[in-house]
């Protein structure tokens, strides 16, 4: 059971109380896009041992959906951001660095 | 035998007799007893037999631990089986039976397979009931299943009477265990300012204070204790409940624990159980250690009881469990045993001490209380039926030769202490292996971690690895602190640790075989799970088998897996592969501990969510009225709907047929409430409709409905619906009434997180308005007939709609049929849903007019071939595969599946495609879901399946059975007769035809 913090509306709340929404900074393949880069749109997905960006819902609060970067080992939450942009904010990466020097953003 | 001694007992109230009845006899026993000390103060050490080989059992543990003495308890619809007598607590009128024999405890049938056991060794399911296999369904499996197990299920009949509720929590920090250290970590947490909840599973606290020689402060220990709890209770900032079991610990510090509030008080007012759901910023787990038995050949006999537990029984209960106690340690602490027992006046014949030199003050104890020490010496074996008569003694060395007999009728074992590490490691704490003591204890710099990624938990006490009085409540004291400064908080009189004087401890020897060398006749006696029925030899045989990880030895001997979750076995089993393996304890490892730590009822899962209340059934303005004349319900998504409503002496066919014919000819009224109704508004709700759906929108009028497709990127159809444009900005999108909220949800989804520069709003106003129907040839006079807006063909046409009032409701009037008739869809405010359909029905009384429900509808709309979301479509299903194609533009350069609709498979020409089905025989009508074959058997057997029927009805008003199919390549089919088989030797042969049955240009809506 997460809890996590929606940074539309600033609660913090159970893990029941969003809903998941896979993973985030999807490039929407749309017609003329190739077999394979539209095949990996659908059904491609990162599942990685680490950090990781993920969309969520806050489906019985405030409706609004965002994006959280989260630790899949240690459950660690690095932070939530918005959902209206395509790509990790620098916020975002420096406090994953903070905790994972290593880390490296692959995009 | 058993007996109460005449003085004694801490938690017992001798002055308040009660009466409990144990396989239909009547005990006497005294408040504050468990069942297991109730019992033995009866002379009952018999309790149960054993799950696989039927061995006699009683109880080994005084608490959670308990692996035997697990008992029926109740009848009927409270009748619980598998509760451990250990914990429950007595009360005037409890009713409890033994487990698991025939005919009787004391003489069992079952008892032959110890006798068998040498064919019966682990894994034998495995390599035993191969073949033939048919038996094992028939034979096998039913005589397992009736020779192993514990206690019965409920009778199927039995309904739990009983209440549970769930309770959500946030603290600061949560303690789990009330004893020493618990306590201490409680007082230092809320004397630094933080908000506490400490809980403890038995109804005392105070742990081992209570009963081990100790004195704190110059205070007893029981004293201490209450001081100490009356100190905690004055403090507003910490909250302390008793019989609340700390279950499991799971993500970000989320703790679920378990209260039973009146199992020892039935009748009382109040839920049974109640669930704690907490989120706790720090978690202190002060659970305490469980001493571990020894692995000697006869310990599971009736009698043979963990040192620590008898001393439990003589001090908190006054029951004394034998006249004569032998007792068998590898370590000091079984020595208090020894003394207390003398001190009750009772006699220990012998102490064997595995080790060869023993030595301090407990030793000393013993040897001039008189006590004779038998050191470097082991349990080969233990005389007895039912009950233990004598142990025969032997060098711990050697391989099990006796080398006297010594008589008693107890055995107290201690073969050293294990902390409770499972809450500790449920959420991934990790652990350390202590050689010292020989256990596994928290690594406090491997905690499990929060959010924030830093440790939430902290381990205090002998939970932690502080075995001894002093260490663990300094222990308690230093992380209660700790676990309130983490959370902001300044701890006070950080330096102030009480004085604890308790007999100093020597070093214990690990000794996980007894005698080391103990031959295969022995080892074959020795038991490590009790509950499982798994031996020393068991484990063995299994390293020798190739189970070299602890989790696969796990499982194939069983060992650990039954409901104490081997809270006893598990350190000796696997010290027992380990030795086998030849590797050390730590390279072998722990299985994992998973939640929850005893068993909590399903009642107490459910929670509040039962009956009614499990899932509220959403219902319309009308309900009400429809339930009051005859509906007959379905469920239709969270909804309920009327699937027919019957009149008197009417079957639900009659009705359905009643209902479609009247529609067709007079006028029908149908509640459509359910319909979801999605309001689109803003500048560009135009341009996102035309990203939604397959259809362009954006060409919509004002005052023009357009049946409108959605299709997920799959490009398969997912929903559909009437699209009203409202005005130049604003829509209003109906949906299925099972979508209304998932099509919401998913245009908010691309709004928000693909299309965010679109302006456009969402509001989802599915019960803000009462949708009704109002269907058939005479719809028109009757809303003419309620007056106050125009219907006519000329300003109402069909697909338009128009806002005014009808009998004085404000109303929207959608001109859209559903079932091929003259058909108005009206929307009302909700409240004044039911108003409107009085009226309607008052208005139309002399036409005709009548309800219908979803049936009705089912089979009108399946007469004019309209598809039905759910029944023509399973997810795999585009709108060109049900000759939808009319409604995918062609124009628009984007809409969401639209790039789907490219894939070469997407376009194949042999994909399902949407028929009609009229069968030869026209009364007979096609099962649904019924498989089309053809052809020759395909290379494995099974028949060519070339599609199926997706929608099956008999049809009123055609008079003969009609059906719709995904059958492949169907456009290119018409008129073809297809196979369906329904059943052995039943074959429904029916032609392929156009899905519109019934008036294909469309003339009966179009007036």
Sequence with gaps: MLSLT????????????????GEAHLKRMGPGADDAAFRDYLFQRKNPRGVHFERWRHAFGCGKWFHAARCTQTLEVFGTYTAQTSSVPDDIVAAIKARRPDWELDQ | MSARLPGGGLLIDRAKPLYITFNGRKLRAAEGDTLASALLANGQTLMGRSFKYHRPRGVVASGAEEPNALLTIGSGDTLEPNQRATT?????????????????????????????????PAGFYYKTFLYPRAAWKHVFEPVIRKSAGLGPAPDRDARDPDTYEHFYVYTDVLVIGGGMAGLAAAEAAGAAGARVLLIEQAAHWGGRALVDDMTIDGQSGPDWVAGKLSALRAMENVELRNRTMGAGVYDHGYVLANERLTDHAPGADGPRHRLWRIRAGRIITATGAIERPLSFAGNDMPGVMLASAVRDYVALYGVSPGDRTVVVTNNDDAYQTALALVGAGLNVPAILDARAAPAGPLIDAARSAGIRVETGKAVASVNGKTHVQAVEVCDQAGEGTALETIPCDALAMSGGWSPVVHLWSHCGGKLAWDADNAMFAPDPDLPPTGADGQGFALAAGAAAGALMAGDALASGAEQGAAAAMALGHEPRDPGKVAAVEAPAQGPMAPVWLMPQGADIAHRSKAFLDFQNDVKVSDVQLAAREGFESVEHAKRYTTLGMATDQGKLSNINGLAILSDALGQPIPQTGTTTFRPP???????????????????????????????????????????????????????????VTREILNTRRNVGLLDASTLGKILVKGPDAARFLDLVYTNMMSSLKPGR??????????????????????????FLCHTTSGGSDRVHVWMEEWLQTEWWDLAVFTANLTEQYAQIAVVGPKAREVLERLGGMDVSREVLPFMGFAEGTLGGIAARVHRIS????????????????????????????????????????HVMRAEKGFIMIGDETDGTVTPHDLNLGWAVSK??????????????????????????LETLEPRTVLPDGAHAVEGARLANGMANMIGHVTSTHFSPTLGRSIAMALIKG??????????????????????????????????????
């Design chain 1, 6 to 21: 929606c940074p539309n509306c600033g609660v913090t709340a159970e893990e029941t109380e969003f809903a998941p929404g």
């Design chain 2, 88 to 120: 429950t607590e007595v009360f005037d009128g409890l009713e409890a039976r033994s487990q698991n024999h025939w005919p009787s405890l004391e003489y069992d049938v079952g008892a032959v397979n110890a006798k068998l056991s040498r064919f019966l």
């Design chain 2, 597 to 655: 730590y005893t068993p909590i009822s399903l009642g107490v899962i459910g929670g509040e969510a039962r009956g009614p209340l499990f899932k509220p059934t959403r219902k319309t303005p009308i309900d009400g009225w429809l339930d009051a004349n005859g509906a007959v319900w379905e469920p239709v998504a969270d909804w309920r709907r009327p699937y027919a409503l019957r009149r008197a002496g009417e079957s639900t066919a009659d009705a």
């Design chain 2, 705 to 730: 409905c357009r049946y409108g497709l959605m299709c997920t990127e799959n490009g398969f159809l997912f929903d559909d619906g009437v699209v009203a444009r409202l005005s130049e900005d604003s």
């Design chain 2, 818 to 857: 559903f079932s091929g008739e003259l058909s108005f869809e009206i929307a009302v405010p909700a409240g004044q849903g039911l108003a409107f359909w009085l009226a309607c029905l008052e208005a139309g009384a002399d036409l005709g007019i009548q309800p219908y429900g979803t049936e009705a509808l």
């Design chain 2, 891 to 916: 124009k628009k350069a984007d809409f969401i599946g639209k790039r789907a609709m490219e894939r070469a498979d997407l376009v194949r020409p042999d994909r399902k495609q949407l028929v009609g």
């Design chain 2, 970 to 1007: 169907g456009a290119g089919r018409m008129g073809e007769v297809l196979e369906f088989p329904v059943d052995k030797g039943v074959t429904i042969r029916a032609r392929v035809v156009d899905p519109v049955f019934l008036d294909k240009d469309g003339e009966r809506q179009n007036v």
